[in-house]
DNA sequence: GCGCTTTAGTAACGCGCGTTAGTACGATGT
DNA sequence: ACATCGTACTAACGCGCGTTACTAAAGCGC
């Protein structure tokens, strides 16, 4: 605490303490080949930089070069842990990049969110990234315009703003694939509950790979839910007492309602996966990992989209134009035990 | 993107604009109250900032100002969604305060916190928060020593740095007290494996809670399991298998290990709570809230330690001394029902 | 000994802003 | 009529740095 009020170590004090000028100083921090600093002086420069213990100041530096070397990344962190993911391939691609990433919160309210964006602009920050946790159309406030922004895991509402989201109908075709190469012919799907891109998506890639497979459609083993393990108990018990030839396999929206699911199964003596096979969506570790048996599910890809914004944003604050202003990305499948 | 070469407007646009000097504009830009700027003058220059979409760049005002108004949050970003509370409160916190929260990952390996460390000290960050997911000691890079800095969650190896920790003692009494007060007589603990602070801090609290019952430590009610759902499973069989009578109740070292003891009551065909109560610690909602039935826990304060420590941080930064180097803080009881 | 090139630097400006010291001007008191 | 005082500003400096333009000295060929 005692360090407090010192004056900070400035470029000029490392220069004098060296018997060099600030500018020379300058060339051997940012490392200019041109004019060229012998080997000796460069040498003499560091070791006064780590004698005195200078830490450049980005400020400084930024308002001087006019440029920040860092991008902002706001995102909604609630409890669900997908943020983390969109988080740790952002930050490892600015860092290979040799851009810093600074993260701010933006779910509290709209107008926190929208200072959230002031604050990061007053900043300088070179490029924005905004992530939500569920697939989404989003409106963003009016200051996003003014500097280079990329949507992950949302698109803009109206279409402008480049954005890198998953493919749900590659990732409904590639569960209910699983389930049909496993040799399941009657698979029930617990859809997600609205209109949103993840129920609408998947379901069309359910049914996609159900016609690749010859096989017929059949909507009443497509039951909607809400997004809880409440939801899926409630519709995962709809289908497995339900008239006629019950499902051998369940395609669930997410892992929550594969949750649900688990229960209604067990509570009826069938074991997963001998008598019921279950494939989840979102491979949320906490509940995939420790469910009994591991629940086999599909990723959503956060971590890649993170690093694939910052990749586009790169090329944007580059001036360099983007192939696709909407990028599309695979969700893998995790397999565990549960098929 | 057609923004981005086009230099910026700055407080001397607005001064020329407004038909006043750059100082006017500054001292309205910063409410000072001395120096008295009629209000029509004021309105005057406040248009034209809303008209040319002024912009402070904070870097420059840093500058100048020599303090930047803004917090640093350094922390392990996990799947579990520990960190996203204690930036929740931390957050909110600094909000009110005026202060900006700046949050950078740092788990991914010690040179990359480092650097961490180090670029948000060349933003000049007024104070760092250095936040875990699990209680622990920790010892930072050295650079932590040019700024204060507050730990939240974890606490200094040396004990030079002030931190904000939960009270494990407290929340193991809480947990226990609760099976007591419903009548709960032989009360199995699954403990955490190791020496960590939660598995010690809870454990006395869980036997000063017997003892002020009046009831003796059965040392053998006593299971160490590994902190995962496998565990949790592993250590329920074992105390409900015992020779003699096995308990009534299970208090969980954590949410994890509890969905595994549901698992074991379960299949034994007992029911939680009329049969077997159970108890676990996290307030991990994505578990807790969703096993059926609902879990009663104890929750980790994250949000409030968040809060907590930026309010340390700014008495800090002023210069003020703290009363206590490590506080701890309650955690409070969640209701559910498996008690 | 002279002009020319390369080497090894440096002086000085400006980035956008906060702040201090000072000024012009009208109103007030006597 | 003049000194005094508050009002409403402004000029100018410096924060720490990147960068451009320039220079002094050394090396080299003839």
């Known amino acids: 605490m005692a360090t407090n009020k010192a004056r900070r170590v400035t470029m000029s004090d490392v ?117 939500t946790t569920w697939h989404r159309a989003v409106t963003l406030p009016p200051a996003a ?36 190469d496993a040799g399941h012919r009657r698979i029930g799907f617990i859809n997600l509950d609205t209109g949103i891109p993840a129920a609408v998506g998947r379901r069309q890639g359910y049914e996609q790979a159900l016609r690749e497979a010859g096989l017929d459609i059949d909507d009443s083993l497509v039951v909607p839910g809400h997004a809880t393990a409440d939801g899926g108990y409630a519709a995962a018990c709809e289908l497995l007492d339900r008239e006629g030839d019950r499902p051998t396999a369940l395609f669930c929206g997410n892992d929550r309602m594969a949750m649900g699911a688990y229960d209604a199964i067990k509570e009826r003596g069938l074991r997963i996966p001998d008598d019921i096979a279950v494939i989840g969506f979102d491979n949320q570790e906490l509940i995939a990992a420790y469910l009994r048996p591991g629940l086999t599910t599909v990723a959503l890809p956060f971590e890649f989209m993170g690093a694939k914004g910052v990749d586009m944003l790169g090329a944007l604050t580059a001036g360099q134009p983007l192939d696709t202003t909407q990028m599309k990305v695979d969700c893998p499948l995790i397999e565990r035990s549960s098929v």
């Open 145 to 180: 315009r003014e500097v280079p922004v990329v949507l992950v895991n949302c698109f803009d509402a109206d279409g402008a703003l480049p954005s890198v989201v998953p493919d749900e109908v590659a990732g409904g075709h590639t569960a209910t694939r699983r389930l049909l």
């Open 15 to 131: 220069a004098r303490h060296a018997g060099v000028s600030r500018t020379t100083v300058s060339f051997v921090l940012n490392e200019r080949a041109d004019a060229g600093i012998p080997e000796e002086t460069r040498l003499r420069i560091r070791a006064s930089i780590e004698e005195l213990g200078y830490r450049p100041n980005a400020g400084a530096r930024a308002l001087a070069a006019k440029r920040s070397e860092w991008y902002g990344l706001i995102t909604e962190i609630v409890t669900a842990p997908f943020a983390v993911d969109v988080i740790k391939g952002a930050q490892d691609r600015a860092w290979a990049d040799g851009k810093f990433l600074l993260i701010t919160a933006g779910d509290r309210d709209r107008a926190m969110e929208a200072a959230a964006f002031d604050k990061l602009l007053e900043q300088r920050a070179e490029g924005l990234l905004y992530a």
